[in-house]
């Protein structure tokens, strides 16, 4: 599994500053692995699709781990440009 960051630092230093979302459905894809594949994707510049989900995510989430990216991957930008 590749990680930009350890887990206790995202758990730490990252988690508590993400709002959790007051409607819709609870993520079934824990918030850290989330937030390491966005950094991977950031780190390393790939494009969304071409992301190794499999090495990125544990094995129970690496089903839905890239449609879970590829939504707060998305919200995220939106909430930085809400014009795009």
Not at 7 to 16: G, H, I, N, Q
Request: aromatic share 12%; charged share 25%; proline share 6%.
């Amino acid at each position: 599994m590749y990680q930009v960051l350890s887990k206790d630092t995202l758990e730490s230093e990252t988690v508590p500053y993400i709002p959790l979302g007051k409607r819709g459905f609870k993520s079934k894809v824990p918030i850290c692995e989330i937030i390491n594949c966005i950094l991977y994707k950031l780190k390393t510049g790939t494009q969304w699709y071409l992301l190794p989900v499999l090495q990125l995510f544990s094995q129970e989430t690496a089903l839905r781990g890239g449609e879970a990216v590829g939504y707060h991957g998305r919200k995220k930008r939106f909430l930085d440009n809400p014009d795009f």
